[in-house]
């Protein structure tokens, strides 16, 4: 398992003002799957994958990335960890408007304490993979949202990533762009044997995932696929 | 859906076998309804019937089969078919609606998991969708088109399950409310007169 995040409970506050945003939540992602996690606001998806991320702490439970437990390891630990092994895609694509697609792809690498040449020769390679060689140099404003997720994308990929965390990636795009974000999600992790996890609030975009799990007020509800083997006859005749 | 005017649109350019018509009627839909050659022959028989149209003749291929071609009745019929917008009254009762407005209707129905239930269902019917839209090629566009037409629609279906959830749970926060300040005002009023009527009224209602 890339990802398996077992009885994880979130609460925020104390007391009368407690507020309960996981209770007890059980999700495994496996190499090369890609997981939709839906739900009305407030039910808890955004708190899932903040403390998948390493970026919130659960009040109980374990997360386990690539067998490390997030709740057990330093602060200093699981920032090593996020920085090599998982990757975050968000709506508002978070990209540093004074730095070029490949200075804000390679900043992770660096951060991590590779040298400039060898973060700058990955990062060209992660542009190649989401198809933008050719914006290397671009700034963000210089770029559509499309472009600017793609680049956001790369970010999340560069170097030995093993699992991705998007969180409503697509919000920002029209559907045709957001479609292409999800076909690029998909096939890293067809392709690369990468876990991907994948927030949205949009069917048409969930339905890309092989699972789709339901929250609501902080507990799993119920879950769409694992799809059967494509139907290879039907395959066949087209 | 209409295999008939699915038939004459296949006859329009020239005479065919059922067997053709099943194959090309597949290929143009991408196979997302499959008909049995025998579908294809009781409604050729139909069309024949209404002058539509017509066996070719002496065309038999040696098992009794004959070609099919289609009449001038059939071209007009044709026509006003591609040019006569799809009512939605023709199309048949929507049962998942029926289904929810009986749950809500007859007492002693989890309407909430219905709505799961049937959520997870489409959702799958949806990922299903997606993975033959992924492995589609690129020229294949009317086949993309049916394929589209169904995510649509399942996303839809989606859309308002999701709609119905958030529909009723504000509806039962109110009536909730409603019930507590019904209550309230209960006491404040029965204050005088002792606990007993309140304490019935609280005991029938669970």
Redesign the interface.
């Known amino acids: 398992m890339i990802l398996d995040i077992r009885k994880l409970t979130r609460v925020h506050g104390s007391g009368e003002q407690a507020v309960h945003a996981l209770r007890g939540v059980d999700l495994a992602v496996a190499a090369g799957e890609l997981v939709a996690v839906m739900g009305p606001s407030g039910s808890g998806k955004s708190t899932l994958l903040t403390c998948a991320g390493g970026l919130d702490r659960p009040t109980s439970g374990e997360v386990l990335v690539d067998g490390n437990d997030l709740t057990t390891l330093s602060r200093n630990a699981v920032a090593a960890l996020r920085r090599r092994r998982i990757g975050y895609v968000f709506q508002d694509f978070n990209l540093i408007p004074a730095l070029t697609a490949a200075e804000n792809v390679s900043l992770p690498l660096e951060l991590d304490g590779l040298r400039a040449r060898s973060a700058r020769k990955y990062a060209e390679a992660a542009l190649v993979e989401v198809a933008i060689p050719e914006l290397a140099g671009r700034f963000p404003d210089e770029m559509s949202g499309g472009q600017r997720q793609r680049v956001a994308i790369a970010r999340a990929i560069v170097g030995e990533r093993r699992l991705l965390l998007a969180d409503e990636p697509t919000g920002a795009l029209d559907s045709d762009t957001g479609e292409a974000v999800l076909q690029l999600l998909r096939d890293r992790c067809d392709q690369h044997g990468i876990g991907g996890v994948l927030v949205t609030h949009d069917a048409r975009h969930a339905a890309w995932a092989d699972r789709v799990v339901y929250l609501r007020d902080g507990v799993l509800v119920g879950q769409s696929g694992p799809l059967p083997e494509a139907d290879v006859l039907l395959q066949e005749t087209r | 859906m209409s295999i008939k005017h699915g038939l004459l649109a296949l006859l329009r350019v020239d005479a065919k076998y059922g067997y053709q018509l099943r194959g090309e009627f597949?290929a143009a839909t991408?196979?997302t309804w499959p008909l049995n050659i025998g579908q294809v022959y009781t409604t050729l028989t139909r069309l024949e019937r209404d002058g539509l149209v017509r066996s070719a003749s002496g065309e038999g291929n040696g098992d009794g089969r004959s070609m099919y071609e289609i009449t001038d009745a059939g071209r007009t019929e044709l026509t006003s078919w591609f040019e006569t917008p799809v009512t939605r009254e023709s199309r048949p009762r929507d049962e998942l609606a029926i289904k929810l407005a009986l749950a809500l209707a007859v007492p002693g129905v989890n309407v909430t998991s219905v709505v799961?239930?049937q959520?997870?269902?489409t959702?799958?019917a949806?990922?299903?969708?997606?993975?033959?839209k992924?492995?589609?090629?690129d020229g294949?566009i009317s086949?993309l088109l049916v394929i589209e037409s169904m995510?649509f629609a399942?996303?839809a279906e989606?859309?308002w399950l999701?709609h119905c959830?958030?529909m009723l749970s504000r509806h039962r926060a109110a009536q909730s409310k409603q019930h507590d300040s019904l209550q309230q005002g209960g006491k404040q009023s029965d204050a005088g007169q002792g606990q007993a009527p309140n304490q019935t009224e609280a005991g029938a209602q669970r």
């Open positions: 597949e991408g196979a799961q239930r959520r997870v269902s959702m799958q949806l990922q299903e969708l997606t993975r033959l992924r492995n589609s090629r294949d086949w995510i399942a996303e989606i859309r999701d959830e958030a």
